[in-house]
């Protein structure tokens, strides 16, 4: 059986949708079968529109993508988490669903699962690396099994963190992410994959 991989992502301008479907892709690529949820808005229109753009992005990912939910999370071998990063830490559309984990948490279906994280800044040093780090906090109480990507890639080199895939999107240009930093989330995805499948293999 395929190993199989979740990718659950929050994205308002499209920077951390690219990095989860390259993400996608590399775990596709070394075999698993994958779901992309995107994680809905927790406001309504109302405040969705002094952000100009905003609405018609999310409207645009929610045709796209289903809603995650629980038992995608009960589904996956391994999970990867990536969300823009806001002061710091992850954005709250995303933790809204890891805290909804709560009943799988009580029950131990998590445990063992592997577990990635990735993020998009709006500028250099904006919360890349506290942002992945903190979803490592959400991995650490279910009972996640932490895959960073390291240094096991030369890209890794270039592009992303030791701890998870990256990009940054400059304010307002909302640039999106470099073909580099596309790599980097790539390699995230197989090396999640391989975690997974040794994991699974153990079960």
Known sequence: MKPRILVVFY???GSTEALSRALGEGAEASGAEVRLRRARELVDETVMARAPGWIDAARRMNETYERPTEADAEWADGIALGAPTRFGGAASELRAFMEGLGGLW??????????????????????????????????????????????????????????????????????????????????????????????????
């Open 11 to 13: 994205s308002r301008n």
């Open 106 to 203: 009580f029950k131990g279906k998590l445990y063992g699962k592997a577990g990635a994280a990735f993020t998009s800044t709006s500028t250099p040093h904006g919360g890349n690396e506290s942002t992945i780090l903190s979803l490592y906090c959400a991995f650490a109480h279910l009972g996640m099994v932490i895959v960073p990507t390291g240094y096991g890639d030369s890209m890794s080199f270039k592009a992303g963190t030791p701890y998870g895939a990256s990009s940054v999107s400059f304010g307002q240009k909302a640039e999106l992410p470099t073909s580099d930093d596309l790599a980097v989330a790539r390699f995230q995805g197989r090396r999640l994959t391989e975690v997974a499948s040794a994991l699974r293999s153990q079960t």
